[in-house]
């Protein structure tokens, strides 16, 4: 009378079982693909499968510590409303990813678009510009073409990037101051580096850290601008030059990528909600 319940509890036994070990695998996979076993690795769970990060906590000590503090519930916030202080959370469980650009950048975390409104102290760059070698690269090609890293594309974009802060620094403020300097300023363009222009924009490097560049998996801290890196990430789908020396690298996918390329194949618009954005179930230390 009671074969068929027993047949379906051992099944469902070993289905868990199998899960189990289904995982273990992952984890353990993922703990000998470490550049270093002795750097966090953390899980992120998501409706698409699986994700393993190393973290870098000897290059981006802050930020790392700060990024696993939320992940873990450690972290105190402020309600926005009242500005009291709010009982830990798990900050990134239940956010999507909110942010996706095919071929580019898969991102998640922002302070905007947390359930529970929680506001997140800002933490400075960790970036050593001269490891990336951004103080080697002229910031203008012989051929007067801009530095690939710079992703100067219009005139516009060259006032901006790099003019404003030039003609600041000069004390130049009107058209016919310009012209007068104009060879000066020519001079001097030639001797930017792409480490210079980005200083000139309000960076700010650190000498005694080690610095990687942005490449396919790596992991970034999303801000509006130097020294403001908060809860919020994002994976790069590719290399991206352009984007080092500008963002603080937390750490590299290690397992997974194959789920990242997967979240990574729909666009989503941050600006609007999307059914097809994809979950976060949690993130969580694996070691």
């Given amino acids: 009378m009671h074969q068929p319940y027993r047949h379906s509890l051992l099944a469902l036994i070993a289905l868990l079982f199998g899960l189990l070990n289904t995982a273990l695998a992952d984890t353990s996979s993922a703990l000998l693909a470490m550049e270093d076993p002795q750097n966090p690795l953390v899980l992120i ?33 402020t309600n926005p409303d009242t500005g009291q202080p709010v009982q830990a959370r798990y900050y990134y469980n239940g956010m999507r990813f ?22 997140v102290e800002l933490l400075p760059d960790e970036i050593n510009a001269d490891a990336l070698g951004l103080d080697q690269i002229p910031a203008i090609n012989p051929d007067g073409s801009f530095a690939d890293e710079l992703n100067i594309e ?12 030039l003609y600041s620094r000069r004390n130049i403020a009107d058209v016919a101051t310009a012209l007068s300097r104009q ?20 960076y700010r490097y650190d000498s005694s850290l080690r610095s990687r560049a942005i490449r396919r998996g790596t992991v970034a801290l999303a801000n509006s601008g130097p020294d403001s890196n908060g809860p919020e990430f994002f994976i790069s789908l590719a290399d991206a030059p352009q984007l080092t020396g500008k963002y603080t690298v937390i750490g590299q996918v290690i397992e997974g990528q194959s789920v990242m390329d997967t979240i990574g194949s729909t666009a989503i618009d941050p600006d609007q909600f999307s059914s097809l954005s994809t979950l976060i179930y949690s993130v969580r230390k694996a070691n």
């Fill in 45 to 77: 769970s998501t409706s698409r499968g699986e994700i393993y990060l190393e973290l870098f906590p000897n290059e981006a000590p802050n930020n790392v510590q700060n990024f696993i503090a939320l992940a873990q519930g450690e972290k105190d916030f």
């Fill in 98 to 119: 909110h942010r996706v650009v095919p071929g580019f950048v898969i991102q998640a975390g922002s302070q905007a678009k947390n359930p529970l409104g929680l506001q």
């Fill in 154 to 165: 219009s005139k516009q974009d060259f006032h901006t990037e790099i003019l404003e802060a």
């Fill in 183 to 202: 060879y000066q300023t020519l001079g001097e363009l030639h001797n930017l580096t792409v480490k210079s222009v980005y200083e000139s924009q309000g």
